[in-house]
């Protein structure tokens, strides 16, 4: 696994998500409980960024067509058929790295 380094635990509030950049892709990191999670920042449906969308808790609403997720699994709520692509995320003092090279998908 190759981690990288994406931001600092300051710069990402609990209940909230941010955008970024690692590497080549474009990953969403949410930030539930102190616990942050890593997605792929596109709905599976038609490709809209879900940075776009609304956090509310632990579910994400995509703004395209209102799919919404469970963030700290990445399953689909609606439709539940449907998952998020997640990145481990490790957590090194202050620093939060993400690997985007080993990508999952939990159905």
């Known amino acids: 696994m190759t981690f990288q380094p994406v931001m600092t635990l300051d710069a ?3 209940g909230e ?4 950049s690692v590497g080549d892709k474009r990953v969403l990191l949410i930030n539930i409980d102190g616990n942050i999670h890593a997605y792929a920042d596109v ?9 776009k969308g609304s956090l509310e ?3 994400l609403t995509c703004a ?6 469970d963030v ?5 709520i609606n439709p539940a058929q ?7 995320v490790l957590v090194e003092g202050s620093d939060v790295l993400v690997d985007i090279e080993q990508s999952s998908i939990e159905r």
Do not use: Q, Y
Request: with cysteine; hydrophobic share 40%; aromatic share 10%.
């Open 12 to 14: 990402l509030w609990i």
């Open 17 to 20: 998500m941010i955008a970024c």
């Open 43 to 51: 709905c599976p449906h038609m490709r809209t960024p879900l940075s």
């Open 57 to 59: 808790g632990a579910v």
């Open 64 to 69: 395209t067509h209102g799919w919404v997720f």
């Open 72 to 76: 700290r699994s990445g399953k689909g």
């Open 82 to 88: 449907t998952c998020l692509t997640r990145f481990p």
